[in-house]
């Protein structure tokens, strides 16, 4: 037995967070690797990464990675409201910082 394809496989999202940043997100049509391109202030920045992926619910995905900076990233997607939670993480000065966001996404792929 195969496992189905995550939903957001083969698509491409306009990803929008609460605090201004936006990405252009592409999914790989397998659904295990990601293109993530900064928009307006992040404008220049990409980088492809691979996926750990895990369906929730229903059209809800839980999705991580790590970025080549050390960056970690993970986002609660819901496919049927078209919102995401995303908490990422960082080395700071006094050790790990993560912050917790929320987002919205826009098919456009």
């Known amino acids: ?5 995550p939903g957001f496989a083969g698509r491409t999202y306009l990803f929008q967070v609460d605090n201004g940043a936006a990405f252009r997100n592409a999914y ?5 690797r990601l293109r993530w391109e900064g928009l307006g202030e992040s404008a220049g920045q990409w980088e492809d990464v691979s996926l750990h992926v895990a369906e929730v619910a229903p059209q809800v995905y839980f999705v991580s990675w790590t970025e080549k ?5 993970s986002h ?4 049927g409201a078209l919102t995401v939670r995303v908490f990422w993480t960082w ?11 929320t987002g919205t996404l826009e098919q456009v792929g």
């Open 1 to 5: 037995m195969t496992a189905s394809l």
């Open 28 to 32: 790989s049509a397998d659904g295990t």
């Open 69 to 73: 900076s050390g960056i970690t990233v």
């Open 76 to 79: 609660v997607m819901d496919l």
């Open 91 to 101: 080395e700071g000065e006094g050790g790990r910082v993560g912050e917790l966001h």
